[in-house]
């Protein structure tokens, strides 16, 4: 079965920061795409980033970026220079045929 | 009007009403989605449309019926809820179901008394 996993419910970071939250995730497929999406209070969810599996870079959107290691099946987001606009919930989703989101991890940025 | 749109934005009903959530999509894509999102609940996908024909439905109850008349909308029709069935409910658009990222309109916020 395909699974995401996210193990930090709540994280907290000061503003300018940097912080790291982490998504493992389970397939016996060889091919698919990964995704971070961000929940603010508002509701709307945003992509944040997406990364091709077969592709070994790194992706990077601004002062985000993830560190993808295929082999461990690990897909973690960090965000560097924290900003208050920043606080959401966190959701790692990972996507064959169908859009499979972890429970997500609440990050609160904090002057 | 750009994006994933959805209306309305709140709603309230009774366990006896009927009423519609609606979902239009401006990007162009081929599939669209309804989700229901609970508190602390993960996402829970419930139907899944490709070029307008359903290709998922993930053993939802029958109050809940969704409808795509043409690749741009997307409605989802409700009828003898239960209190249960209050949650945010997103409706989301992709390019095609497989790999693709999925972009998700602000949800209806339902409320059933």
Redesign the interface.
């Known amino acids: 079965a395909q699974t995401v996993t996210q193990s930090q419910p709540e994280m907290s970071v000061q503003e300018a920061e940097t912080v790291t939250l982490s998504c493992t995730y389970d397939t016996s497929e060889n091919?698919?795409?990964l995704?971070w999406?961000k929940q603010p209070p508002?509701?709307?969810?945003?992509?944040v980033i997406?990364q091709?599996a077969y592709k070994q870079q790194n992706a990077t959107e601004n002062r985000f970026s993830v560190n993808f290691q295929k082999a461990a099946k690990s897909f973690s987001l960090k965000i560097s220079d924290s900003q208050l606009g920043d606080t959401a919930m966190y959701?790692c989703a990972y996507?064959?045929?169908?859009?499979i989101?972890?429970?997500?991890t609440r990050l609160q940025v904090f002057p | 009007e750009t994006g994933v749109t959805q209306t309305p934005r709140h709603l309230v009903m009774g366990m006896t009403n009927k009423k519609s959530l609606k979902c239009e999509q401006h990007l162009g894509h081929n599939a669209m989605?309804w989700y229901k999102q609970s508190a602390k609940k993960?996402?829970e996908?419930m139907f899944?449309y490709s070029l307008e024909e359903r290709v998922?439905n993930n053993s939802v109850p029958s109050r809940f019926s969704p409808e795509c008349p043409n690749s741009s909308h997307l409605f989802l029709h409700l009828h003898t809820l239960q209190p249960e069935d209050s949650a945010?409910y997103?409706c989301?658009s992709s390019q095609d179901?497989?790999?693709?990222?999925?972009?998700?309109?602000?949800?209806t916020?339902l409320t059933v008394t």
Request: glycine share 10%.
């Open positions: 091919n698919y795409y995704f999406y508002s509701r709307q969810m945003i992509l997406r091709e959701f996507n064959t045929d169908k859009l989101f972890g429970t997500g | 989605y993960p996402l996908l899944v998922e945010l997103l989301a179901r497989r790999y693709y990222e999925q972009y998700f309109g602000p949800g916020r």
